[in-house]
C-alpha cells in the first residue's frame, strides 16, 4: 500500500508516524528541501515533532509533488488550508485521477471561504465519493508520545472511510467512521473559533465558570450554524464534533486557544503568528464563517465577538463586554 502524505507540520508528522505503525509505504512531500535532507539524514523532522522517529525503510521525504503522488492509492492533505492552494498549484486534474483523497484540515480556504473538500471537487474534479477526512479530537503532540487517541473518519463513501480507518489504526489511535463530512468538516472549523475566542477570554481575565458556559453555548452556535449549511440529522455528542470542541477549548497543546490567549493579553495578531510558528487555522476562519453566514439570519455571538477584534480592531473590553451579555 502507497500513499502520499502532503504537508510537513505537526498534523502531517503525526500522521506519517499513525500510518508507519502499518504495513505502508509513505512518500512524504514536504516545501523544505533543507528539512527533507534532515529527515534523510537524521531520520527526525527539524521543526515540528521532532522526537518522533522517522522510519527510512517505509518513509521517504519528497520536494516534487508529482513524483510524490506517482504510483499511490491515497493522499493525504495536512497542510494548513491557508497554503492548500500553493501547496498544489503543480498539480492537474490527471495528477489525483483515480486516487482517494482525504484531507487532514481543519480549515476553510480564506480566499473564497471554500472547502478542502469543496475545493478539490472545484478545482480538481475529485468525486466526493473518492474523498473522505479525518476528524476527532486528537492533538499531534499527544500522538508523538503515543497516548490514546481516537480517530474519525468521516466520507459520503463508508466502504472509503473503513478502508482509510483500517489504515489509520494502531496502537494507540482507535478509528471509527462516519458519512456526515460536511457537518464534520465544518464543524471542525467552527470549533476553531471558538477556541480562539475561550483564549482571548482567558487572556482578559474570564475564568472556568465562563468559559464553561461559552463552549456550552458554542456547541449550540455550531449547530446553528451547521442545520443551516448542511442539514441533516447529526448527533453533536459524538466525539468528532463535541469531542474536537472540547480538547481544542481546553488543551495546554491548542493552536488555536494559544493564539487567542496571546490576543487577549494584547499581542497583536502578526506579533502572536510570530510567536506561535504554528497556524491557528481559527484566526482564517472566523473570517470565513462571518462572511458566509452574512446571508443568513443566524445568532452566532462567539464568531462576532471574535471578528469584531481580529478584523474590526474593536476593544478587547467592549466586545468581552458584549459577549457577557449574549451568553445564557
Ligand atoms: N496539529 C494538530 O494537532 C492537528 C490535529 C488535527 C488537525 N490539524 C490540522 O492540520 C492542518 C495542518 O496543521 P499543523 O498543525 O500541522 O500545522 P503546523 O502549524 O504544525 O505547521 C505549519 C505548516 O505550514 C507550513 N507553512 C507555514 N507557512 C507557510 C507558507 N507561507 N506556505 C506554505 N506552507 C507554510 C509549514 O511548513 C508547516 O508545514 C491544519 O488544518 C490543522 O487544523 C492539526
Ligand atoms: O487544538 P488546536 O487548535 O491545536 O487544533 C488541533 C486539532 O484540531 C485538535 O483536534
Known amino acids: 500500500m502507497k500513499i502520499t502524505v502532503i504537508g510537513g507540520g505537526s498534523w502531517a508528522t503525526a500522521i506519517v508516524k499513525i500510518l508507519s505503525e502499518g504495513n505502508v509505504h509513505i512518500k512524504w512531500w514536504m516545501r523544505s ?14 521543526n515540528y515533532l521532532s ?12 520536494t516534487n509533488l508529482k513524483e510524490a503522488l506517482r504510483g499511490t ?5 495536512a497542510v494548513p488550508a491557508a497554503f492548500v492552494t500553493d501547496a498544489v498549484k503543480s498539480l492537474t486534474e490527471s495528477n489525483l485521477e483515480d486516487k482517494k483523497i482525504i484531507s487532514a484540515i481543519k480549515g476553510m480556504i480564506p480566499e473564497n471561504n471554500q472547502l478542502i473538500t469543496d475545493f478539490l471537487a472545484d478545482k480538481y ?19 508523538a508520545l503515543e497516548k490514546q487517541s481516537y480517530l474519525t473518519i468521516a466520507s459520503p463513501n463508508i466502504k472509503l472511510a473503513t478502508e482509510f480507518a483500517d489504515l489509520m ?22 470549533k476553531n473559533i471558538v477556541a480562539l475566542a475561550c483564549g482571548i477570554t482567558h487572556g482578559l481575565g474570564g475564568g472556568d465558570n465562563f468559559q ?33 470542541l ?18 487577549g493579553r494584547g499581542y497583536s495578531v502578526q506579533a502572536a503568528q510570530l510567536e506561535m510558528n504554528m497556524i ?42 458584549v459577549l457577557k451579555g449574549k451568553l445564557k
Open 33 to 46: 528541501i533543507e528539512d527533507v535532507e534532515h529527515i534523510k539524514k537524521h531520520h527526525h523532522n527539524p
Open 51 to 62: 522526537s518522533v522517529e522517522i522510519h527510512p525503510s517505509n518513509v521517504k521525504p519528497y
Open 73 to 77: 492509492e491515497w493522499v493525504i492533505l
Open 125 to 143: 474534479a475529485v468525486s466526493h465519493q473518492n474523498m473522505g477526512i479525518i476528524a476527532g479530537p486528537c492533538h499531534a503532540e499527544e500522538v
Open 169 to 190: 489504526r494502531c496502537r494507540f489511535v482507535k478509528t471509527s467512521v462516519l458519512s456526515d463530512i460536511y457537518g464534520v468538516e465544518y464543524a471542525a472549523v467552527m
Open 212 to 244: 464553561a458556559v461559552m463552549v456550552s453555548n458554542a456547541m449550540q452556535e455550531i449547530k446553528r450554524v451547521v442545520d443551516v449549511i448542511a442539514p441533516m440529522e447529526r448527533d453533536l455528542s459524538a466525539s468528532a464534533y463535541l469531542g474536537d
Open 246 to 263: 472540547l480538547v481544542t477549548a481546553y488543551s495546554q497543546f491548542s493552536r488555536n486557544r494559544t493564539f487567542g490567549n496571546m490576543i
Open 280 to 321: 491557528a487555522e481559527g484566526y482564517y476562519a472566523v473570517k470565513c464563517i462571518y462572511e458566509m453566514m452574512q446571508k443568513h439570519a443566524v445568532e452566532m455571538p462567539i464568531t462576532d465577538f471574535a471578528y469584531q477584534i481580529l478584523y474590526k480592531n474593536a476593544s478587547l473590553r467592549k466586545e468581552f463586554e
